[in-house]
């Protein structure tokens, strides 16, 4: 069984932490206008194109071009995973998290519509038209068999990838 921490939860961490203070205790920033910038802690540089916007909580390099908000900083930094990111930011806000138990059939599942999403949109972005039409009835067949493992009700007559060689 794995746990899963809510929509909800996440976005009281994320409103709790201050991403100038959580930045701050990694490397020394300096206000200049309305942002923040200091050296990036991602790659040498010698002048600093960090920059941290307090207003909207979020971060950018304009040199190595790493950007996001205070969960991916985190993950960065501390070579973490998001839940492990979140986990960590909410300790130090304070905040209680109840994290949801969430079966194994249900991980898989998602993680099935990941993969099948991330290649979606690998395809989609592809110029090479040979790869659209290989990569498409591949996706189709991929989806077609996990969700025939996953009940009876999808008959192989009736669904749109009879015929094709999966």
């Not at 973490?80 to 905040?95: K, T």
């Not at 949801?100 to 991980?107: F, R």
């Not at 519509?113 to 592809?126: D, I, P, Q, R, V």
């Not at 996706?139 to 192989?156: E, G, I, N, Q, Y």
Request: proline residues 5%.
């Amino acid at each position: 069984m794995a746990a899963r921490i809510s929509p909800e939860k996440i976005e009281e961490v994320r409103l709790a932490t201050d991403i100038v203070d959580v930045v701050s205790g990694y490397l020394s920033l300096r206000k200049r206008g309305k942002n923040y910038f200091g050296l990036c802690p991602f790659h040498a540089e010698k002048t600093p194109s960090f920059s941290v916007n307090p207003e909207m909580q979020i971060f950018r390099c304009f040199g190595c071009g790493a950007g996001g908000n205070v969960f991916h900083f985190i993950m960065r930094m501390e070579g973490l995973s998001f839940p492990d990111a979140v986990r960590m930011l909410a300790e130090r806000a304070g905040i209680t998290l109840d994290e949801e138990e969430v079966s194994d059939e249900e991980t898989r599942e998602r993680e099935a519509l990941y993969f099948a999403n991330k290649l979606a949109a690998e395809t989609s972005t592809a110029s090479n038209s040979t790869r659209r039409t290989v990569a498409t009835p591949w996706l189709t067949c991929a989806v077609a068999d996990f969700r025939s493992t996953r009940s009876s009700a999808f008959s192989s007559a009736s669904h749109p990838t009879a015929g094709m060689p999966c």
